[in-house]
């Protein structure tokens, strides 16, 4: 009989948070809404100092803040503040170039300051995706009412915020947002399965195989101290005694 094995998975994604030109100054109001549905700010960097006059509205997120367990946390690992060119934003958005509102996109990107956040989380992409909403704000406004561009956005041009589409387009929107990051790509599928096998599976089978020769009374714990002491990649300090040093 053969013995069926979960397949492994990746717990940690990172997608990118854009707070656009026209809502920047919504960017705390914003930001409290993030920190409620879960996310942490564990690094900032102001690289832009703005002010932006913008009329007052109230807001209520409630249903979508709704069902948040502490499981369900996000970590935001980078935030900054900057301004676009012209030519930045046609890279940017290189994808949407040749469409007809192209020139219109380009041009409302760069008319002043944006908020650009990394985020991370299980699936980070499609839970950023599904707190944003459609991305006409219209149409979201009908369909999801109390997503961030429902309240946020204006129509399907000035949508208030941006959220990567999927991980690829994350992992190059991040490069692009924050180039002195240095951030490894996630392994998924084949990828993640070569890399179990290849770097984890053998020292927890050695574990497993000392585990049962031993019989503990606390297999788990012993287990946990194992792994620790033989952890291929714990840091080794090798000090060579010389002659010299052995006569001093």
């Known amino acids: 009989m053969q013995m069926l094995m979960p397949e492994p998975q990746i717990f940690v994604e990172k997608t990118l948070a854009l707070i656009k030109p026209d809502v920047v100054a919504k960017e705390e109001e914003i930001e409290d809404l993030i920190l409620r549905t879960g996310f942490m700010i564990v690094q900032e960097d102001q690289i832009w100092e ?25 970590v935001l690992l980078e935030k900054r503040k900057l301004q676009l060119s012209p030519e930045q934003c046609s890279i940017f ?34 839970f950023w995706k599904e707190l ?27 949508n208030g915020l941006h959220g990567s589409v999927s991980i690829s387009s994350a992992e190059r929107e991040i490069r692009f947002m924050f180039p002195e990051v240095i951030s490894e790509p996630i392994p998924a599928g084949q990828r993640a399965r070569d890399y179990l096998n290849l770097h984890v599976n053998p020292t927890l089978l050695a574990g497993l195989t000392a585990l049962c020769k031993e019989k503990p009374a606390d297999p788990m714990t012993w287990l946990a101290d194992w792994l620790i002491e033989h952890n291929p990649n714990k840091p080794r300090l090798q000090h060579h005694v010389t002659e010299e040093e052995h006569q001093e």
């Open 132 to 158: 944003l909403g459609p991305s006409n704000s219209i149409k979201a406004r009908m369909t999801h009412p109390h997503s961030l561009r429902a309240v946020y956005g204006t129509d399907d041009l000035r």
């Open 50 to 74: 703005s002010q932006i006059r913008m009329g007052s509205y109230s807001v209520s997120l409630q249903p979508a803040l709704e069902n948040v367990t502490a499981p369900e946390k996000r």
């Open 93 to 126: 958005y290189a994808d949407q170039y040749g469409k007809m509102f192209f020139p219109n996109l380009a041009a409302y990107m760069s008319s002043g300051p944006s908020v650009a956040m990394v985020l991370a989380r299980h699936r980070a992409v499609s």
